[in-house]
Every structure is written in C-alpha cells, then in structure tokens.
C-alpha cells in the first residue's frame, strides 16, 4: 500500500492510501459511516488490515 497505516482508539488500526491523504487536506471523512466501512472490513478480512482507498472512502 501507497500510503500510511494510523492507529485510532475509536477506529482502530487502518490504512489510508497516500491519494486520499493528498484529497483529505480539502475534504473530510464520514467518520460514522467510515467507521462502520471499517469494522465490517475487519469482520470480513480479520487478519488485513483495512485500507482507505479511493473505492473505499466515504466523504462527508
């Protein structure tokens, strides 16, 4: 993965691509609705770490 790996208390271990970093200085996250993205990614894929890409992001 381009990008970054982050480690959040409310959303956990997650990467976002270095793309999205790039747009997210001009928008910013659903976080209710990424946050959910994220927990059902971990539930599908338990040992990947889930990833913000620019199919996956959900923009407030």
Do not use: Y
């Not at 409310?10 to 927990?39: N, P, W, Y």
Request: glycine share 4%.
């Amino acid at each position: 993965m381009d990008g970054i790996e982050l480690v959040c208390p409310e959303c956990g271990h997650f990467g976002v691509s270095s793309l999205i970093m790039k747009q997210r200085a001009r928008r910013a996250f659903d976080v209710e609705k990424t946050q959910v993205f994220l927990h059902r990614e971990r539930e599908i894929n338990p040992d990947r770490v889930p990833v913000i890409n620019s199919e996956s992001v959900i923009w407030a």
